[in-house]
């Protein structure tokens, strides 16, 4: 009885793991023959009712049974894994040679642009170019620049304050005087000498201003100094009108206008013959002829002392200009805002 009842279920389990369709159902089958109460366990506890002499000949036969329903569903699980695998594997190829997505390549903005044009003119005129701190304290940003704290001249820059110490720089003129120190302090530690100083500062710089078509809370500057044994406005003018005409072509000129600045005596303002009409007249330069690119001047005897230099023995003269300004006229930008605005449909024409 037990017998045949075990070779009905061996032959119903071969037929049913034959048969599976997937994994999971050959997890039922071998729930349904081999676990607690599957069939083939169900014999084995059958067992017990046989005579005893029989008991061998049936555990054998039953182990036999439960080895060979192990292989098939073995068999079968590795079969169907394989294949599953290889379903996978084909669904998943990865085509080598498909062109890639190419990544949206930005560029350089444009104030950078115009900037690494400013330095390169500079530096092919034996400048080198400085660094000073964003966030200054109110000696270097005026009192070392001889604007002292009551001057009227702190209206021309309104400013942003940290503490009453400490503020947003203002320009980049504080750079002047650090740089002064630094090379004095070489001088001293390095026996190095401390002329002559020839140097560029670019950088941002930050004012008390409400955002309009002209005017930004933060924008950008840089700054010129140069000091040495006999210095005079000759070199100045020279060196600002060979800048001018590196920038804006070789047949500009440029004029000096009187003006104040507490850190130059004399103090100019810098324009250049208008590039866009020549100088005839045109809306680029309000029908004037010229255009105001920076503000400059002789450094002030104070300012070197200050520095740490004599201003018996060496003089030198600082200019600075606004490197939006510039790149507003080059350009043809007619509001600063735009720089900062990051839109790319601006950005992308530069
Ligand atoms: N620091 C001045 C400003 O921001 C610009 C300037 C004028 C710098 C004349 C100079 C200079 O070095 O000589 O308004």
């Given at each position: ?280 007249g045109c809306k680029v330069c309000k029908q004037t002829g010229w255009v105001e690119i920076l503000g400059a001047g002789m450094v002030h005897p104070n300012v070197l002392?200050?520095?740490g230099y004599d201003p018996e023995e060496v003089s030198g003269f600082a200019f600075g200009l606004g490197i939006d300004r510039i790149a507003m006229q080059v350009y ?19």
């Open positions: 009885m037990l017998i045949e009842e075990l070779e009905a279920a061996l032959a119903a389990a071969r037929e049913g793991i034959a048969r599976a369709a997937g994994l999971d159902e050959l997890k039922e089958l071998r729930l349904a023959y081999l676990g607690k109460k599957g069939t083939i366990t169900q014999v084995l506890r059958g067992m017990g009712a046989l005579p005893a002499d029989q008991r061998p000949e049936v555990g054998q036969r039953v182990n036999e049974a439960r080895e060979a329903i192990e292989a098939l569903l073995a068999e079968r699980t590795a079969e169907m894994e394989e294949k599953a695998l290889d379903q996978r594997l084909a669904a998943e190829v990865v085509d080598v040679t498909l062109p890639g997505r190419p990544a949206p390549r930005g560029h350089e903005h444009p104030l950078q642009q115009v900037r690494d044009r400013l330095e390169d003119i500079f530096l092919g005129l034996g400048f080198e170019v400085a660094e000073g701190p964003e966030v200054e304290v109110d000696l270097y940003n005026f009192e070392l620049l001889n604007i002292p704290k009551d001057h009227p001249a702190r209206d021309m820059q309104d400013s942003l304050f940290i503490t009453d110490e400490i503020l947003l720089r203002t320009h980049t003129s504080p750079v002047q005087v650090r740089y002064m120190h630094a090379r004095q302090e070489a001088a001293r530690t390095l026996g190095r000498d401390p002329l002559p100083v020839r140097i560029i500062a670019p950088g941002w710089v930050y004012r008390n201003d409400p955002a309009d078509a002209s005017h930004s809370p933060m924008f950008y500057q840089m700054e010129g100094l140069v000091i040495d044994r006999g210095i005079t406005m000759g070199d100045l003018k020279g060196t600002l009108l060979e800048f001018a005409r590196r920038l804006y072509g070789a047949d500009v000129n440029i004029r000096l206008r009187p003006s104040y600045f507490p850190f130059t005596e004399p103090s100019a303002e810098v324009d250049v013959s208008c590039a866009v009409c020549g100088g005839s002392r200050n520095g043809g930008v007619e509001d600063i805002r735009n720089f900062f605005e990051n839109d790319l449909r601006f950005l992308r024409q530069f």
